[in-house]
């Protein structure tokens, strides 16, 4: 039996509460420093960095890891990690079951064809460059892991709890000391690259007097954006809120039976099946959500359940966390002598990202490319909310396609994605073969993406 003033009862709670009340802190610093105010690092990067450094400092003082302190609960790195893990999958599981919105004309859906394949050929442009480099570094550097460049495209195209996700796998199946902190700091870097490049780009466009940027302090919601007519009540004998998490929670319950079913039939891969749990809950909330809206179609619902508003806030509450988590659970020690490397792959990953999503944007998306273009790289190097942070500076109401096309490109990019997935299994074996492979891959993407271009002008010579 629990003694219920153990720190074993409590300390769960203590870390949860330090997550939440960090992004407080992180909040208020953004809305006091005016450097911070405009430079549009989100609040859960703020938060995560906070508790990075007093991480730090607690560390060189004690030389205690500070999360693992008996306050925490004695593991609170490794719950840490646990959290970013779950958060990632429930953020994309209550983005997935929003409702998919009217039917798309044939130009729209060429456009949202474009935006998930440029999403796929940026994490190879990524995983390419990302290779290439430390390939390179494990040729100077002793001992380094030479597939390490590999996380670039999830720490940056895919956020922190992908780069956590394969960092683990590299460090605990490839022996990759470090490699979950290694993944975490390329996430790291990559907020704010996205921050960074889109004030850069921001600030440009407002010299030039192509925009003016807008705020979204002045944001107003409207009712029915929050309750629709068809809707459940917001308040009954079960709160609205409660019933939308619940869903989500079913949904999450569902991925993980598909996960178990999945790894008990194929038990060699069952460390990656378990890496793929946002993509098994993106699935399970597709059926999720058609089986609510078969059920609404035959009549045995009349009301409709899943609120979009609602699920929105869901997403951003996991999301948060999750950054928040991620960053606090680096440990800076760990990667001494990687320093030099890290930083040239933030570099390379800013800049290129920044060049060849803009290049697109002003080829394939011509009537809104700068709309298009920061949400691109506010994606590409941060996440999704990072991608809308960056698009409301310029398209606070949303008028351009920019926003539904981040929505709608999860398809064609998951199934464009996939193969890199597995491409990351293979690339601690046979690093040269991936980069080869990768390079011939993004090849392909590319012929895919510029097909008008390249098949019209084969047409015109003919």
Do not use: C
């Not at 994490?123 to 390179?136: C, F, N, R, S």
């Not at 107003?220 to 068809?230: R, S, V």
């Amino acid at each position: 039996m629990n003694n219920f003033w153990d720190f074993s009862v409590w300390g769960g709670f203590h870390l949860v509460a330090l997550l939440l009340v960090s992004l407080l802190l992180g909040n208020m610093l953004k809305r006091s420093v005016k450097f911070l105010r405009v430079s549009l690092i989100p609040t859960s990067v703020l938060g995560g960095v906070i508790l990075l450094v007093i991480a730090e400092i607690y560390g060189a003082i004690t030389g205690e890891v500070f999360f693992d302190t008996a306050f925490f609960g004695g593991n609170g790195v490794t719950n840490l990690e646990i959290i970013t893990y779950h958060t990632l999958a429930l953020g994309f599981i209550a983005a997935t079951l929003k409702s998919s919105g009217s039917k798309l004309s044939k130009k729209r859906t060429a456009e949202i064809f474009n935006t998930g394949v440029t999403t796929v050929s940026t994490y190879l442009l990524q995983a390419v460059l990302g290779m290439g480099i430390t390939i390179v570094a494990a040729m100077v550097v002793s001992g380094f892991f030479p597939a390490a460049g590999i996380l670039l495209p999830f720490g940056y195209g895919q956020g922190t709890g992908q780069a956590l996700n394969f960092g683990v796998i590299f460090e605990t199946e490839h022996g990759f000391v470090g490699g979950r902190s290694f993944g975490l700091t390329i996430a790291a870097l990559g907020f704010l690259s996205a921050s960074f490049g889109g004030v850069v780009h921001l600030n440009l466009l407002r010299k030039r007097g192509k925009i003016t940027v807008q705020t979204a302090e002045d944001n107003k919601l409207h009712l029915e954006d929050i309750q629709g007519d068809d809707e459940i009540p917001m308040q009954s004998s079960m709160d609205k809120t409660t019933v939308q998490v619940a869903f989500v929670a079913l949904a999450y319950l569902i991925s993980y039976l598909l996960m178990f079913f999945l790894g008990t039939l194929i038990p060699g891969m069952k460390s990656v099946i378990y890496g793929f749990n946002f993509l098994l809950g993106v699935l399970a909330a597709t059926l999720v959500k058609g089986g609510m809206n078969l059920l609404r179609k035959k009549k045995l619902v009349n009301r409709k359940y899943i609120n979009d508003f609602l699920m929105t806030r869901i997403s951003n509450f996991f999301y948060d966390i999750m950054v928040v988590a991620g960053i606090a659970a680096i440990r800076l020690g760990i990667l001494e002598k990687y320093w030099g490397i890290i930083l040239i792959l933030g570099v390379v990953g800013l800049v290129f990202t920044y060049i060849y999503n803009y290049y697109v944007a002003k080829k394939l998306f011509p009537d809104y490319t700068e709309e298009q273009f920061l949400m691109m790289y506010g994606m590409l190097t941060g996440t999704a909310s990072t991608g809308i942070i960056l698009l409301r500076e310029i398209d606070e109401n949303f008028k351009t396609p920019a926003a539904d096309n981040m929505v709608y490109q999860n398809f064609p990019a998951i199934v464009f994605g996939f193969p890199l997935m597995l491409l990351a299994n293979l690339a601690p074996v046979k690093p040269l073969l991936t980069f080869v492979i990768l390079l011939g891959f993004f090849i392909v993407m590319n012929i895919i993406l510029f097909r008008d271009s390249i098949f019209g002008k084969l047409k015109k010579k003919k």
